[in-house]
């Protein structure tokens, strides 16, 4: 099963992309959490990446491209994966339809969480992130168990770089422009289904699963 996770910053595509994950055993891939593993362990990937990231642009295509198609490389993704912040440009999303067209597969579902600008600012500025596992809270919709500590690993939780409020109307701004464009690409190829993320992250879920299905 192939699933493509489209939806503005903060709408809930990493939230609801590790539930998928977990529910239709197949990988989570978050390219927003590939780059930002790579700041953490500052390799060369990580510094190019970071001087966009930090302005709340995108990473250029070219080093996105080569990061995913390196990706599905790995032998967990015979069995597909579900994509989280990639495609975020046409480009992007032809050279996703290219390696699977070259391979002889296609995307199952491209699945867009909508939410309106106004609810993003605010989840934003409430969200903690696990930059060792990528797990992601909230600190009213979704804590931790232990203040600031992530569950699953137990690292200190973070407020990403990116979230301050005026990098968040940037990347909002970028969205618009940029990323959803690519619901008309995909309601064109067939594939897009709406689901309502202004729901609380467990009705969002069960949207995902009637269209997914068991
Ligand atoms: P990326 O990491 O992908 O960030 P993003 O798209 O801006 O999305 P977020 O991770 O901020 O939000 P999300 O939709 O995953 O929401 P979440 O589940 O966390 O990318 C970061 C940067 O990397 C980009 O700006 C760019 O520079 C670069 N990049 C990455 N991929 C790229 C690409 N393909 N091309 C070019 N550049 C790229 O939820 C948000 C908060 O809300 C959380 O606190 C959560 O707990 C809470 N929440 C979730 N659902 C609900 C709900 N239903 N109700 C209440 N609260 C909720
Ligand atoms: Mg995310
Ligand atoms: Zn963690």
Same mark, same amino acid.
Do not use: W
């Given at each position: 099963?192939?699933?493509?996770?489209? @939806?503005?910053?903060?709408?809930?595509?990493?939230?609801?992309?590790?539930?998928?994950?977990?529910?239709?055993?197949?990988?989570?891939?978050?390219? @927003?959490?590939?780059?930002?593993? $790579?700041?953490?362990? &500052?390799?060369?990937?990580?510094?190019?990446?970071?001087?966009?990231?930090?302005?709340?642009? =995108?990473?250029?295509?070219? =080093?996105?491209?080569?990061?995913?198609?390196?990706?599905?490389?790995?032998?967990?993704?015979?069995?597909?994966?579900?994509?989280? @912040? !990639?495609?975020?440009?046409?480009?992007?999303?032809?050279?996703?339809?290219?390696?699977?067209?070259?391979?002889?597969?296609?995307?199952?579902?491209?699945? $867009?969480?909508? /939410?309106?600008?106004?609810?993003?600012?605010?989840?934003?500025?409430?969200?903690?992130?696990? =930059?060792?596992?990528?797990?992601? !809270?909230?600190?009213? !919709?979704?804590?931790?168990?232990?203040? $600031?500590?992530?569950?699953?690993?137990?690292?200190? =939780?973070?407020?990403?770089?990116? &979230?301050?409020?005026?990098? /968040?109307?940037?990347?909002?701004?970028?969205?618009?422009?940029?990323?959803?464009?690519?619901?008309?690409?995909?309601?064109?190829? @067939?594939?897009? !289904? $709406?689901?309502?993320?202004?729901?609380?992250?467990?009705? /969002?879920?069960?949207?995902?699963?009637?269209?997914?299905?068991?």
């Amino acid at each position: 099963m192939k699933i493509v996770m489209l @939806g503005a910053p903060g709408a809930g595509k990493g939230t609801q992309a590790k539930k998928i994950a977990e529910s239709y055993g197949v990988p989570h891939i978050s390219t @927003g959490d590939i780059f930002r593993a $790579n700041i953490k362990n &500052d390799t060369e990937l990580g510094r190019k990446a970071k001087t966009y990231m930090d302005k709340g642009e =995108l990473v250029p295509d070219e =080093l996105v491209v080569e990061l995913i198609m390196d990706r599905f490389k790995e032998p967990d993704c015979e069995g597909g994966y579900v994509l989280d @912040g !990639y495609p975020r440009t046409i480009p992007q999303a032809e050279a996703l339809d290219s390696a699977l067209e070259e391979a002889g597969e296609k995307l199952d579902y491209a699945i $867009n969480v909508d /939410v309106p600008d106004e609810v993003i600012i605010n989840r934003m500025s409430g969200r903690r992130a696990c =930059l060792k596992c990528g797990a992601t !809270y909230h600190i009213q !919709y979704n804590p931790p168990a232990v203040e $600031n500590t992530c569950d699953a690993c137990s690292e200190e =939780l973070s407020l990403r770089d990116d &979230d301050r409020e005026e990098t /968040v109307k940037n990347r909002l701004e970028i969205y618009h422009e940029q990323t959803e464009p690519l619901e008309k690409y995909y309601s064109e190829h @067939g594939v897009l !289904y $709406n689901v309502d993320g202004t729901k609380d992250m467990d009705e /969002v879920f069960e949207s995902i699963r009637t269209i997914v299905g068991n």
